[in-house]
């Protein structure tokens, strides 16, 4: 086994100009939808905190399109983008964020934990590298019943420091189970460098290896790229050669959440990330296809209006009802027999 490999400069003949452009609309909507998540935190309308996932569209966009509609995703709590990405509404996300009850999770789950499990969307889980385990006995239960299905686990950087991202590398090494381990990496583990606390470059690709897993650093920018690198990846995983571990070099553009202003990171470091937006590169490469700058508008278009009118329907929603804060507790339904 050797050391983690940058995958190869993609060509895009995976994809046409057709699906790409609607994976560039689709990052459209995500930017829109983190936009207004911004905007209705501002003005009070979403509680608690927010983690802002504008920048990282393409990991999530890309690697959603390589995989079946019953594969199983993972998220962490900077998860809108993948929520998104799984099929979840602008409106059902928005909604959530705002405690609706027409929310994903009926206003009970908040930013941080968003899921729509009919989409295999199987949660964001607030807990630093807690779902990786889990996207491991998902994949586990897929083996056991031979339905062909992969499990994908998205995770920061931060979280390769953690003691589950190695117990659930090294589980799935062992039984070769159907499983992706996508890191995020945003060089920020909240507001400390990554690079000054990892012994490694790459602080998930790098350790695949002790694992004898295949560990592969991609430019998370690149939606094709991010596609093409996950489709070989879940083609091994359905083949029963098992876990792959991809590490996306993406970056952020707010801070790591609402109460932090990202003073620490140096200003041509950010200069030099925004200039390597996913959408001007995803616009770029169709531009290349020969794809008219009026159709790409067009698609800009309808991805505000789609974003404006979840907007409007969240607002108008009903608030959620007290009444179900308890509900969903158990497999049964409810807690009262427990109490």
Same mark, same amino acid.
């Not at 659930?168 to 039984?175: D, V």
């Not at 596609?227 to 996306?248: K, L, N, Q, W, Y």
């Not at 937006?277 to 309808?302: C, H, K, M, N």
């Given at each position: 086994?050797?050391?983690?490999?940058?995958?190869?400069?993609?060509?895009?003949?995976?994809?046409?100009?057709?699906?790409?452009?609607?994976?560039?609309?689709?990052?459209?909507?995500?930017?829109?939808?983190?936009?207004?998540?911004?905007?209705?935190?501002?003005?009070?309308?979403?509680?608690?905190?927010?983690?802002?996932?504008?920048?990282?569209?393409?990991?999530?966009?890309?690697?959603?399109?390589?995989?079946?509609?019953?594969?199983?995703?993972?998220?962490?709590?900077?998860?809108?983008?993948?929520?998104?990405?799984?099929?979840?509404?602008?409106?059902?996300?928005?909604?959530?964020?705002?405690?609706?009850?027409?929310?994903?999770?009926?206003?009970?789950?908040?930013?941080?934990?968003?899921?729509?499990?009919?989409?295999?969307?199987?949660?964001?889980?607030?807990?630093?590298?807690?779902?990786?385990?889990?996207?491991?006995?998902?994949?586990?239960?897929?083996?056991?019943?031979?339905?062909?299905? +992969?499990?994908?686990?998205?995770?920061? %950087?931060?979280? =390769?420091?953690?003691?589950?991202?190695? *117990?659930? @590398?090294?589980? &799935? /090494?062992?039984?070769?189970?159907?499983?992706?381990?996508?890191?995020?990496?945003?060089?920020?583990?909240?507001?400390?460098?990554?690079?000054?606390?990892?012994?490694?470059?790459?602080?998930?690709?790098?350790?695949?290896?002790?694992?004898?897993?295949?560990?592969?650093?991609?430019?998370?920018?690149?939606?094709?790229?991010?596609?093409?690198?996950?489709?070989?990846?879940?083609?091994?995983?359905?083949?029963?050669?098992?876990?792959?571990?991809?590490?996306?070099?993406?970056?952020?553009?707010?801070?790591?959440?609402?109460?932090?202003?990202?003073?620490?990171?140096?200003?041509?470091? +950010?200069?030099?990330?925004?200039?390597? %937006?996913?959408? =001007?590169?995803?616009?770029?490469?169709? *531009?290349? @296809?020969?794809? &008219? /700058?009026?159709?790409?508008?067009?698609?800009?278009?309808?991805?505000?209006?789609?974003?404006?009118?979840?907007?409007?329907?969240?607002?108008?929603?009903?608030?959620?009802?007290?009444?179900?804060?308890?509900?969903?507790?158990?497999?049964?339904?409810?807690?009262?027999?427990?109490?």
């Amino acid at each position: 086994m050797t050391a983690a490999s940058d995958s190869p400069a993609s060509t895009g003949a995976a994809l046409g100009a057709t699906e790409l452009l609607a994976l560039y609309e689709q990052m459209q909507v995500i930017r829109r939808v983190e936009k207004a998540a911004h905007d209705l935190f501002m003005s009070g309308l979403v509680k608690g905190t927010t983690h802002l996932a504008a920048g990282q569209e393409a990991v999530a966009v890309g690697a959603s399109a390589a995989l079946r509609p019953d594969d199983y995703v993972f998220a962490t709590y900077r998860g809108h983008h993948h929520a998104l990405a799984r099929g979840a509404t602008p409106q059902e996300c928005l909604a959530e964020l705002m405690s609706r009850a027409t929310g994903l999770c009926r206003g009970k789950g908040g930013s941080m934990h968003l899921t729509k499990a009919s989409t295999g969307m199987l949660g964001s889980y607030a807990i630093v590298g807690a779902h990786l385990p889990m996207a491991a006995g998902a994949a586990w239960s897929a083996q056991l019943r031979g339905t062909g299905q +992969v499990a994908v686990a998205f995770f920061g %950087d931060g979280a =390769t420091n953690i003691g589950a991202f190695h *117990e659930a @590398l090294n589980l &799935a /090494a062992i039984w070769r189970l159907p499983v992706l381990f996508i890191c995020e990496n945003n060089l920020y583990m909240e507001y400390t460098p990554i690079d000054t606390v990892t012994s490694v470059t790459n602080p998930a690709a790098d350790r695949a290896v002790a694992y004898g897993l295949p560990g592969h650093v991609v430019d998370g920018n690149d939606v094709v790229l991010v596609h093409d690198t996950v489709a070989g990846a879940v083609s091994r995983a359905r083949a029963g050669e098992g876990p792959t571990v991809i590490e996306a070099r993406t970056y952020r553009h707010y801070g790591h959440s609402r109460s932090d202003p990202a003073k620490y990171r140096p200003a041509d470091e +950010v200069e030099r990330w925004l200039a390597h %937006d996913p959408l =001007t590169l995803a616009r770029t490469r169709l *531009e290349s @296809l020969g794809v &008219a /700058a009026a159709e790409l508008d067009e698609a800009e278009t309808r991805a505000s209006g789609i974003v404006d009118d979840a907007i409007d329907a969240a607002k108008n929603a009903p608030e959620a009802d007290p009444a179900e804060a308890f509900t969903d507790v158990w497999a049964d339904g409810g807690n009262t027999w427990r109490t």
